[in-house]
């Protein structure tokens, strides 16, 4: 096996400011018939990566170095242009899916955030997205992207599914005004995974805006394109500052965003649950967390005893110093948790 090398944290993560909403909540505001009853589809499919995926690397991937982060985060990649990740088929199974009944009756938030979500439909409710963000293609370019091997953050996070839409029938496109405004779809903040994947499965035709703005430490603004239907936008958010600005045009816009952690348990996680726990069931995120963050601390207390009895049978003197500042990773990673598995 290699050598163990567990990252302890030089930089202290950015604080990360949630919604105001603290338990989950329904949303009022119903969503219309017409966005129901055109997801419908004949016949559902299978996920199938040779039939669903249509992959072309993005054309640019700026790096953290450009936007003044060197050094922060998981890996050297920030944030990429949007590429080409299924095909048609596969985000009309994905609708079909998000707007089933099963679904709406049970996977409806609302936040201060975001006024109308989808999430966390499992795999009972929704196969197809669910296998789809779970199989090792989709996996492979998603990493590919973000330029370190990452697998889904949490079953929950298969996927928060943001939902606008106009409801009027009048004339949407924007004033010259309106486009230069820029006007912000959500607030600036972090998100609370390291990586997150957005992809657009909405027809975009007709839309204007919908970019993605970064902050950069020296408060420089950089814009990044929104993606195009079928698309997606891989990007370090836990690391970035960023706001969503708003489409104008079209009559929907519809982004799934599905939030990612290193696969490796050797790789620090510095996932948090504050932009999450106000739109989840507590008891299947607490679950969730509490799972993977101790399936991590086994891995790395197996690797950790191995290279000890190794050691041992090596006779190579004992590493007090080494060994204490093992012991003080997982005891901060423990911390980590306790602080995130409140009340
Ligand atoms: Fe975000």
Redesign the pocket.
Known sequence: MAPIAIDTPIRLPPKIVGPTTKTATRPTKQLPRWLIDGAKIEQQESFDPKKHIYYEPPRRIYTMKEINLDGHGISPNAVSEPFPLFTTEAVRQMRAEIFSPGVLAHCQYTSTFSQNMIRGMGAARAPFTYDAWNSAEVLAKVSEVAGVDLVPALDVEIATINISVHTDTGDRRPTEDQVEDEISS?AW?Y?SFPF?CVTMISDCQGMIGGETMLRMPTGEMMKVRGPAMGTAVVMQ?RYIE?QGLTALGGRERISMVTAFRPKSPFIKDESILTGVRGISMLSDLYHQYTQYRLEILEERIRARLKQERQRELANRPFDTPDVRNWLIAQKEFIDAMLEELSE
Request: charged share 15%; glycine share 16%.
């Open positions: 959500t903040h998100d997150v958010g960023h």
